[in-house]
């Protein structure tokens, strides 16, 4: 059973930062990798998937990378939009999230 | 335009079955490739992936609920049906139906609905 550790759980940051989101997988999942973003009372959207594919109207800002079983979420220039909770996804596994703050 | 809509009691006691429906539109369930999902998330919590059920009937369990689990789908009618025995307060929680896209190496979620809380107390 894969298990996806992500990492920092939270993150302060302020507007036009980079930040960088990290998640581990237990064992060799290949790119197969999703990356969400919730805001409170909402459902997870769809940011990127297949490792650094952008769903469809996902700003350029966003893009992910990957290095044998370490994947990464980064956010370039950060937005007043983008602070809100990110995880990290594949198959059946999620990280525990990351909650992204202003600073 | 896909659209998942969730529906259920709201509340259920402890040693109850719940049952919760996922009403979907602007996809077919019989698409290669395509299934629907079930997750929650307890509040101020991460989300727990719980079944998958595939176009072609396969269906994918969460090892650690599998044996509370059953997930079944309507193509007829569009839905698709979770039933999870044992409630337990513990088991409070959003929970949310997704469309999911399948793939030989991986799926993804790419659409939501707006998920439906349900609290398990006596």
């Known amino acids: 059973d894969i298990q996806m550790t992500q990492s920092p759980s939270s993150l302060s940051a302020s507007v036009g930062d980079t930040v960088t989101i990290t998640c581990r997988a237990s064992?060799?999942?290949?790119?197969?990798l999703a990356w969400y973003q919730q805001k409170p009372g909402k459902p997870p959207k769809l940011l990127i998937y297949k490792t650094s594919i952008l769903e469809s109207g996902v700003p350029s800002r966003f893009s992910g990378a990957y290095s044998g079983t370490q994947f990464t979420l980064t956010i370039s220039g950060l937005q007043p939009d983008d602070f809100a909770t990110y995880y990290c996804?594949?198959?059946?596994?999620f990280g525990q999230g990351t909650k992204l703050e202003i600073k | 335009q896909i659209t998942l809509k969730e529906s259920g009691p709201t509340l259920v006691k402890p040693t109850q079955t719940l049952t919760l429906t996922c009403a979907f539109s602007g996809f077919s369930l019989d698409t290669n490739g395509v299934g629907v999902a079930w997750i929650r998330q307890p509040p101020g919590k991460a989300l727990e992936f719980l079944a998958l059920?595939?176009?072609?009937?396969?269906?994918r369990y969460s090892p650690s609920l599998e044996s509370r689990l059953t997930i079944s789908k309507d193509t007829s009618k569009n839905q698709v049906v979770v039933r999870m025995t044992n409630m337990d307060p513990v088991d409070t929680a959003t929970y949310y139906c997704?469309?999911?896209?399948?793939?030989?190496?991986?799926?993804?979620?790419?659409?939501w609905g707006q998920g439906t809380l349900v609290t398990v107390s006596s």
């Open positions: 059920i595939y176009w072609d009937d396969d269906k």
């Open positions: 064992r060799s999942i290949g790119d197969w």
């Open positions: 997704a469309h999911s896209r399948i793939a030989a190496s991986g799926t993804n979620f790419n659409f």
């Open positions: 996804q594949q198959w059946t596994a």
